[in-house]
């Protein structure tokens, strides 16, 4: 089942020109940095792979973690990480993604109360409000696991982004849920590294130095093991896939191939939402609220 949707009012703005300038210094330095030393550069590299921008939270639903009918924490290592959860019934939980915050699925919080669910969102480590500096993709997904197993039993996840990856992984590995939402997801963290080599200027020696160093840190077998598109014909969720054609962070055809990999799954392909915009858009809101609502009866 696919559903297209278009709305060009909300199309994605431009990004702004001190964010272009920081890019562009940050292409030049490490472009300069390689050919003075290629080693501290690889270094460079991996520090700034495993450091998310903790972005400020969406101001229009910061609000909303005051009015959480439950806040509270997991203990993860030497960091804590806030939980937060509105209404009762079955628990729906929200998976961010890289450099975001559980309140990004702010604009869920209403409708899946008011249809009888309860929704629990949280901060990864290095993002939102919990703490610490660094994390990678294997501790996003532990910590998932670990957060719904404090909150479980699970009905469904609503995943974004990177946070897809972690939450097809947990849920191979075994973490239950009936249904499974993700909104832009990437194919694999394959890819999503060479994007970032992409846009960091690496030079071909320089991205396949820290494509090297990833595998000493994590296994040879990491680009299979944070594969979505191959993790996705093992998912025995009832799913639903959200892409975007103007998603300039998470290509459509990256999304569309965890899709087709997919067995039960629907796809809602729209466009002029762009890659974060999805993320609140009345239209995808409303189908995700139908998808994770669909055949419940709620008692009188």
């Not at 809101?285 to 055949?295: G, I, N, S």
């Amino acid at each position: 089942m696919t559903i297209h949707m278009r709305n060009l009012s909300t199309a994605t703005a431009p990004q702004t020109q001190p964010r272009n300038f920081q890019h562009e210094a940050l292409r030049l330095g490490l472009q300069l940095y390689t050919r003075l030393s290629a080693e501290g550069a690889a270094k460079l590299v991996e520090r700034l792979a495993f450091t998310p921008d903790r972005l400020p939270m969406p101001s229009r639903y910061e609000y909303l973690l005051d009015l959480a009918d439950s806040h509270t924490q997991l203990h993860h290592g030497p960091h804590t990480l806030p939980i937060y959860s509105w209404g009762d019934g079955p628990t729906i939980l929200g998976v961010h993604g890289w450099s975001g915050a559980g309140i990004q699925f702010g604009a869920y919080i209403e409708p899946l109360v008011a249809a009888g669910y309860r929704v629990v969102l949280y901060d990864a480590p290095a993002h939102g409000r919990a703490q610490g500096e660094r994390t990678d993709l294997y501790e996003m997904t532990e910590v998932l696991a670990k957060v719904a197993h404090q909150v479980g039993p699970l009905h469904a996840i609503i995943a974004h982004s990177l946070g897809s990856i972690a939450a097809g992984r947990a849920l191979v590995d075994g973490l239950d849920a009936s249904r499974l939402v993700l909104l832009a997801p990437p194919a694999s963290l394959s890819e999503v590294v060479n994007e970032m080599g992409h846009q960091m200027g690496l030079s071909t020696d320089a991205l396949a130095e820290h494509r090297k160093r990833m595998e000493t840190r994590f296994g040879g077998d990491v680009w299979q093991q944070l594969s979505l598109e191959e993790l996705a014909p093992q998912l025995r969720q009832q799913g639903l896939v959200v892409i975007d054609s103007d998603d300039a962070d998470v290509s459509a055809d990256q999304s569309a191939r965890v899709y087709h990999n997919w067995p039960d799954s629907e796809l809602m392909s729209a466009d002029g939402l762009g890659h974060h915009r999805m993320l609140r858009a009345p239209q995808v809101v409303d189908a995700v609220a139908d998808f994770l609502t669909r055949d419940r009866v709620v008692p009188h």
